[in-house]
Every structure is written in C-alpha cells, then in structure tokens.
C-alpha cells in the first residue's frame, strides 16, 4: 500500500493541481479520523473482554461459595445422622460437577476467544499506524511543491522518458533485425 502511495507522490510531485493537494489534505484529514474511530473500536473490545474476563471470575467465586457452604451443610447432616440429606447433598454434588464440566468448556471458548480478540487487536494497532503513515504523505502531496522539487522532478522524468524510448528502440532493432531476410 505504501509503494502505491509513495510511487503516486513521485509522479505527481510536479504535476499537482490544487484541487489534487487540497483531495490530499481532505484525504489525510479522514484517515485519521478513521485511525481514531478505530482506536475508539479497540477501546471497546478491550473493555469488552475484560468485563467477560470479570464475570468468569465472579462466577468461579460464587461456585466457590456454593461449594463451601455444601460442605458445611454435610458436616452438619453427619453429625446428626441425616442420611436423606446426606444422599440428598450426594445428588447436588453431581450436579456441581456438570456445572464445573460445563465451566470448564466455556473458560476453553472464552480462551479461544480471547486469543482472537487479541489478534484482531494487534491487526488494529497495526492498520493504525498504517493509517498515520498514509496521512502523513498525503499531507506532504497536499503542500505546494517548491521550484526545487519541480525541476527535479521533470530532470527524473525526462531520464525515465528517455529509458523508456532508448528501451523501445533497442527492441524495435531487434525486430528489425530478425525480419530480415537470411537472419535465420
């Protein structure tokens, strides 16, 4: 994307209207306001994923909680020789344990999750400066070109031009040359 961006600066450094410089600078001006909107959306997914990182915490802590307040209940039930409530407590630790399985699943895909949000903010970071890069250089097609820049570029022009012409010629004598009779 540069290569484009920058080849385009070098051909039309001489040539610039106003209205290009002024496209440029109008150009420049979007993209980083695109690059802030887009700092603003990485923002959102960060805040997102910590608030998911958060509520997973929150709920091992009450799974924790729960845990903790079914064994003291079976504590309690033993000493008293509950065997209903112990058989009873039996049956809610089976269910824990689904719940835990079913914990268990969704932290991986949490995790899963986590790594591609992270890629994707990365890849933002990156098309970000990307964005800036971009700006800064059409802000410097958006300025007018002094006398200097001008006159060196034609002199580069005019050498290209002339490669280019020479190039063509020399094929042209190579055609020739093979389209003459006895040259095979």
Not at 20 to 34: F, K, M, Y
Not at 132 to 155: G, W
């Amino acid at each position: 994307m540069h290569q484009y961006t920058l080849l385009l600066a070098c051909l039309t450094a001489g040539c610039t209207s106003p209205l290009v410089r002024q496209a440029s600078a109008d150009l420049a001006t979007h993209i980083d306001e695109l690059g802030g909107h887009m700092a603003i959306y990485q923002r959102a997914l960060e805040t997102d994923a910590a608030r998911r990182i958060e509520r997973i915490a929150s709920q091992r802590e009450e799974l924790a909680s729960l845990e903790f307040q079914l064994q003291e209940r079976l504590a309690v039930w033993r000493l008293l020789g509950r065997k209903q409530a112990i058989s009873f407590y039996e049956g809610v630790q089976e269910l824990i344990q689904q719940s835990i399985a079913t914990t268990t699943e969704l932290e991986t895909s949490l995790a899963q999750e986590r790594k591609a949000l992270r890629a994707n903010q990365t890849e933002y970071a990156n098309q970000r400066t990307n964005f800036a890069s971009l700006a800064k250089q059409l802000r410097a097609m958006a300025e007018e070109p002094d006398l200097k820049t001008q006159v060196s570029y034609l002199v580069e022009f005019a050498k290209e031009v002339r490669d280019e012409v020479e190039k063509l010629e020399a094929a042209e004598e190579n055609q020739t040359t093979e389209d003459e009779p006895g040259s095979e």
